[in-house]
């Protein structure tokens, strides 16, 4: 190597270096699901503690990360407010903030067990995650834009942008919005997150700001979020009608899109994993997650006799709303070799539970029929 390229490859090295540190390292036990934009499932087999740490939490981008300067970053609010808002980082973080644990589920979570396969990313049981989020109540926000009581609905939209392709193309680049029911917006477990535990957001996980709709499944929590558009009709953006909305309110053959709001209850095996050798004759603690949305986790169970007999698993830890619980259950490992299935149910305290086979008005959203997990003991 001649001197300039001894240049070259040491500037080459300091960008390298200058991009990677923009985001927080990651952990090598995630999946890459697609390299670019980047989407990466956690290890849901490594869960063990109520928290998922940031560098094994899952991204799930439709677009390239935008970047944010976060000294000329503003958030706008406007729309059917009497006062529009241009609002700095400082001002955000000026604001009374609030910390609490708030689940995010994709509502494509669990889309490789579909039969037939379908289109989109494969997650498995990984693009789940549980952090503790600080920012401020959205309420505070619209009280101070002075949103206005005709006001039906709030738009969040991020700075992040594309074409999408496919049959149904887009006419240019697209934001990535959404929009959420006002009632929704006020509630005290919706607020703008400038930290995940405990730590700025991540370039991926939307920095400086983003929504986080706690109860809802991910795709309503917008990152990279720029504006706020108080709206006095319902909007219908591509991404509640085309993506992620289910077939609802079925009446003598009229069915119309519904877009997906509440998680629906789940719970899913970390250990053992899918294929996993358990000894034989021994206890094994078979441990995992289950959360319910917007209404509180009332038990889990689980069968080793196909979803015959359902015993009760424990729920470990204290139940906080729009939060995931860990569970755990002692299986006694029979001492014969052979293949072993394990299925785990979740009813919310409503009483609802999880359906035993794939409803396909639910498209390729909102995965929570039973999974069973197969093993081998030895
Ligand atoms: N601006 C923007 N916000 C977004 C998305 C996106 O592509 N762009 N993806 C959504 C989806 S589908 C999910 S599941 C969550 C994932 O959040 P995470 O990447 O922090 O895990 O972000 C949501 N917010
Ligand atoms: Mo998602």
């Given amino acids: 190597m001649n001197r300039r390229d001894a240049i070259k490859a040491t500037a080459l090295v300091a960008l390298a270096t200058r991009v990677v540190a923009q985001d927080a390292p990651r952990a090598p036990g995630l999946t890459v699901r697609m390299a670019e934009p980047q989407n990466l499932e956690s290890a849901f087999g490594d869960l063990n503690s109520v928290v998922t740490p940031n560098e094994q939490f899952f991204i799930r981008s439709h677009f390239a990360v935008p970047k944010v300067d976060p000294k000329s970053y503003r958030l706008m609010v406007e729309g059917a407010v009497e006062n529009p808002l241009e609002l700095t980082l400082a001002d955000i973080q000026a604001m009374p903030s609030v910390t609490m644990p708030l689940t995010l589920e994709c509502a494509g979570n669990g889309r490789v067990f579909l039969v037939p396969a379908a289109r989109g990313l494969q997650w498995q049981f990984g693009a789940v995650g549980n952090a503790e989020w600080t920012g401020v109540p959205l309420a505070a926000i619209l009280e101070?834009?002075?949103?206005?009581?005709?006001?039906?609905?709030?738009?969040?939209?991020?700075?992040?942008?594309?074409?999408?392709?496919?049959?149904?193309?887009?006419?240019?680049?697209?934001?990535?919005?959404?929009?959420?029911?006002?009632?929704?917006?006020?509630?005290?477990?919706?607020?703008?997150?400038?930290?995940?535990?405990?730590?700025?957001?991540?370039?991926?996980?939307?920095?400086?700001?983003?929504?986080?709709?706690?109860?809802?499944?991910?795709?309503?929590?917008?990152?990279?979020?720029?504006?706020?558009?108080?709206?006095?009709?319902?909007?219908?953006?591509?991404?509640?009608?085309?993506?992620?909305?289910?077939?609802?309110?079925?009446?003598?053959?009229?069915?119309?899109?519904?877009?997906?709001?509440?998680?629906?209850?789940?719970?899913?095996?970390?250990?053992?994993?899918?294929?996993?050798?358990?000894?034989?004759?021994?206890?094994?603690?078979?441990?995992g997650s289950a959360w319910a949305g917007e209404t509180a986790v009332g038990k889990v169970e689980v069968s080793l006799d196909g979803g015959k007999i359902w015993i009760e698993a424990k729920l470990v830890g204290e139940a906080k709303p729009f939060c995931w619980q860990m569970w755990t259950f002692v299986w006694d490992v029979p001492n014969a070799t052979g293949p072993a299935k394990l299925l785990c149910r979740c009813t919310d305290a409503a009483g609802k539970g999880q359906p035993e086979k794939r409803d396909p008005d639910r498209r390729t959203y909102a995965i929570n029929h039973l999974v069973p997990v197969e093993v081998t003991i030895r």
């Avoid at 957001?201 to 990152?223: C, D, E, N, Q, T």
Wanted: glycine content about 10%.
């Fill in 144 to 287: 101070k834009a002075k949103a206005k009581a005709s006001a039906v609905e709030v738009i969040l939209v991020g700075a992040d942008k594309g074409m999408i392709a496919g049959d149904n193309p887009s006419p240019g680049p697209i934001a990535f919005d959404r929009s959420i029911a006002i009632a929704k917006a006020k509630k005290p477990e919706v607020i703008l997150a400038y930290k995940q535990n405990g730590e700025a957001l991540s370039a991926s996980h939307g920095f400086p700001l983003r929504a986080v709709i706690g109860g809802w499944y991910g795709m309503a929590s917008v990152k990279w979020l720029s504006r706020i558009i108080v709206t006095e009709k319902p909007y219908d953006g591509f991404w509640q009608t085309f993506d992620y909305a289910t077939y609802e309110r079925r009446d003598g053959g009229l069915a119309s899109l519904v877009p997906i709001t509440s998680m629906l209850p789940k719970a899913q095996i970390a250990r053992p994993l899918i294929g996993e050798v358990v000894p034989a004759g021994k206890a094994y603690t078979v441990r």
